[in-house]
């Protein structure tokens, strides 16, 4: 008997206006699953197990979220731009990504 999916979902904020126009591309398992507009949600049926997720637009992106779903569990990620000053010229870092993703509630 097979397990029973685990489900993914991945919601990105209405705010700030920063990228109001743009979409986030989201990633699992470096596996392109959909975008994101602002104020939306992404939800996708994932295998049981360890699993990988990250947020992008164009070359930036956010640190990978490492998680291990169980069998029918739901797992939910918000994505949002990072709060670094230096997002607005260009200069992000390693440290400090340019979109933040994170488990809801974390």
């Given at each position: 008997?097979?397990?029973?999916?685990?489900r993914l979902v991945v919601t990105r904020t209405?705010?700030?206006?920063?990228?109001?126009?743009?979409?986030?591309?989201?990633?699992?398992?470096?596996?392109r699953i959909g975008t994101l507009k602002r104020?939306?949600?992404l939800r996708v049926e994932i295998s049981p197990?360890?699993?990988?997720?990250?947020?992008?637009?164009?070359?930036?992106?956010?640190?990978?979220?490492?998680?291990?779903?169980?069998?029918?569990?739901?797992?939910?990620?918000?994505?949002?731009?990072?709060?670094?000053?230096?997002?607005?010229?260009?200069?992000?870092?390693?440290?400090?990504?340019?979109?933040?993703?994170?488990?809801?509630?974390?």
């Amino acid at each position: 008997m097979e397990s029973p999916a685990a489900r993914l979902v991945v919601t990105r904020t209405s705010s700030p206006a920063r990228d109001i126009w743009r979409r986030y591309r989201i990633e699992v398992d470096g596996e392109r699953i959909g975008t994101l507009k602002r104020g939306r949600s992404l939800r996708v049926e994932i295998s049981p197990g360890p699993h990988t997720v990250q947020a992008l637009i164009d070359f930036e992106g956010s640190h990978p979220v490492e998680f291990d779903a169980a069998p029918g569990e739901e797992i939910c990620l918000v994505v949002e731009p990072g709060d670094h000053p230096m997002h607005t010229f260009g200069a992000a870092t390693a440290r400090d990504p340019y979109l933040l993703l994170r488990l809801k509630g974390a």
